[in-house]
């Protein structure tokens, strides 16, 4: 069954950092793009990047771009997302999502985790 599983959500103090982690199990993940999305009470589901399971290459929308890495953890088939300079907009429910292609589009995702709730505030 394969299953994406993410962790690590919370309550972070502005200017606060945080590490979302996102479980993979139950298939061969070469050669598929791992992203995170997030979305926030009212408003749209939003990509902020990628992660190339085969290359190791990340890829970032600009508006998280310097703030936000993903990483991975091949031995243990998991991916992070660090979360530094958090802000009060950066309250979400955060997802990960695996999709074979490189896209920006939540529709180009076949595989999704159920998400792990950041709220930032003092």
């Known amino acids: 069954q394969v299953q994406l599983v993410e962790s690590g959500g919370g309550l972070a103090q502005p200017g ?3 590490r979302l982690s996102c479980a993979a199990s139950g298939r ?3 050669g598929f793009f791992m992203a ?3 979305q926030a009470p009212g408003k749209e589901r939003e990509f ?7 290359s190791g290459k990340p890829y970032y929308v600009d508006s998280v771009n310097g703030r936000f890495t993903i990483s991975r953890d091949d031995i243990k088939d998991t991916v992070y997302l ?3 300079s958090l802000t009060p907009e950066d ?8 999709s074979p292609i490189a896209s920006m589009l939540t529709q180009n995702y076949n595989y999704w ?3 792990t709730l950041v709220t930032v505030s003092s």
């Not at 902020?48 to 085969?54: A, M, N, Q, R, V």
């Not at 309250?91 to 695996?98: Q, V």
């Open 113 to 115: 985790g159920q998400g």
């Open 36 to 38: 995170w999305f997030r």
């Open 91 to 98: 309250t979400a429910r955060y997802y990960c999502a695996a």
């Open 16 to 18: 606060g950092s945080l």
């Open 28 to 30: 061969s993940w070469n």
């Open 48 to 54: 902020l990047g990628y992660f190339s399971w085969s």
């Open 82 to 84: 660090q979360m530094n």
